[in-house]
Nanobody
Framework: QVQLVELGGGSVQAGGSLRLSCVGSGNSISAYCMGWFRQVPGKEREGITTIDWDGRIWYAAPVTGRFTISKDNSVNTLYLEMNSLSPEDTAMYYC???????????????????WGQGTQVTVSS
């Protein structure tokens, strides 16, 4: 199993940037398909980006060109660099992992086994 803890959320003005971290413990995240999701109250959890064990990446349309996923296996940490933020990006952000290493661009929350507790991102206009 892998335990995940998200760090780096906060409040920012529209157009600003934030960097989220997801620190893994237990097993190495290098063995997992890793993803970032977000959720606002009353809506389903939305997958926004994934990264395979070998670094292959997918992005959902709303974040393409603005967000960047990366990972550093040496420190067992997943990152999400968020630029050009808008109020529509306001949400609780979660990192998630599933065994097998290959995401194949799967952004369905039900496919992921391990979750962090989430970190709030608030973007003001």
């Amino acid at each position: 199993q892998v335990q995940l803890v998200e760090l780096g959320g906060g409040s920012v003005q529209a157009g600003g940037s934030l960097r989220l971290s997801c620190v893994g413990s237990g097993n190495s995240i290098s063995a997992y398909c890793m993803g970032w999701f977000r959720q606002v109250p009353g809506k389903e959890r939305e997958g926004i980006t994934t990264i395979d064990w070998d670094g292959r990446i997918w992005y959902a349309a709303p974040v393409t060109g603005r967000f960047t996923i990366s990972k550093d296996n040496s420190v067992n940490t997943l990152y999400l660099e968020m630029n050009s933020l808008s109020p529509e990006d306001t949400a609780m952000y979660y990192c998630a992992a599933r065994p097998g290493g290959r995401c194949i661009g799967d952004l369905s929350a039900v496919a992921y086994h391990y979750w962090g507790q989430g970190t709030q991102v608030t973007v003001s206009s």
